[in-house]
Nanobody, 122 residues
Framework: QVQPVESGGGLVQAGGSLRLSCAAS????????MAWFRRAPGKEREFVAA???????YYAGSVKGRFTISRENGKDTAYLQMNSLKLEDTAVYYC????????????????WGQGTQVTVSS
């Protein structure tokens, strides 16, 4: 069983930066893909970014060039560096883990964290 735990959310001004972390319990971590999703107020949860065990990455168009996903397999941890934050980035951010390669559909993910709030103010 993999239980992701997110941290690093908070309040930041527009244009600022935050780094989210996702720590997963040790379970054959090397062959897992990790992803970040987010749910803004009144909206559906959406894909943000994903990374596989080869460190191949994929980003949603709305965050590409501003967000960077990375991982440290030895620490079973993934990160989401968020720069140039915008008001529309305000959301609860969720870390998700799935066996094998990443997918963009949240239904494909087996394990989810509880989420961490990111609020961007003007």
């Amino acid at each position: 069983q993999v239980q992701p735990v997110e941290s690093g959310g908070g309040l930041v001004q527009a244009g600022g930066s935050l780094r989210l972390s996702c720590a997963a319990s040790k379970q054959s971590f090397g062959t897992y893909a990790m992803a970040w999703f987010r749910r803004a107020p009144g909206k559906e949860r959406e894909f943000v970014a994903a990374i596989n065990w080869l460190r191949n990455t994929y980003y949603a168009g709305s965050v590409k060039g501003r967000f960077t996903i990375s991982r440290e397999n030895g620490k079973d941890t993934a990160y989401l560096q968020m720069n140039s934050l915008k008001l529309e980035d305000t959301a609860v951010y969720y870390c998700a883990v799935r066996r094998q390669d990443y997918r963009l559909d949240e239904k494909e993910y087996d394990f989810w964290g509880q989420g961490t709030q990111v609020t961007v103010s003007s």
